[in-house]
């Protein structure tokens, strides 16, 4: 049974870094091939992919967030982590992460946490 769970603070001040972990139980995130995304999707949006982190370790990022975004993962503790840098109330989103890459088409999603950028 493969389960992926968000964690971290609800709330982030404007400028502030938003960081979020992604624990995965039931599959080791280590496992040749598969990739680990982090997702988000803004109130009354769309599904927006964000980055992931592959087996290996490489980080793929959307070209939209590069400059902010930082994905890292924990091997000992199967787990991954999502920083994003600088944020501001267009960041407030639900946050998503899932097992599988860019096409949002991954197999296994955690429940989503919500995140809101206010002062």
């Known amino acids: 049974q493969v389960q992926l769970q968000e964690s971290g603070p609800g709330l982030v001040k404007p400028s502030q870094t938003l960081s979020l972990t992604c624990t995965v139980s039931?599959?080791?995130?280590?496992?040749?091939?598969?990739?680990w995304s982090w997702i988000r999707q803004p109130p009354g949006k769309g599904l927006e992919w964000m980055g992931a982190i592959s087996y290996d370790g490489s980080t793929y990022n959307s070209p939209s967030l590069k400059s902010r975004i930082s994905i890292s993962r924990d091997t000992s503790k199967n787990q991954f982590s999502l920083q994003l840098t600088s944020v501001t109330p267009g960041d407030t989103a639900v946050y998503y992460c899932?097992?599988?890459?860019?096409?949002?088409?991954?197999?296994?999603w955690g429940q989503g946490t919500q995140v809101a950028v206010s002062a």
């Open positions: 039931g599959h080791s995130i280590t496992t040749s091939y598969y990739v």
């Open positions: 899932a097992r599988g890459g860019e096409t949002l088409s991954g197999d296994y």
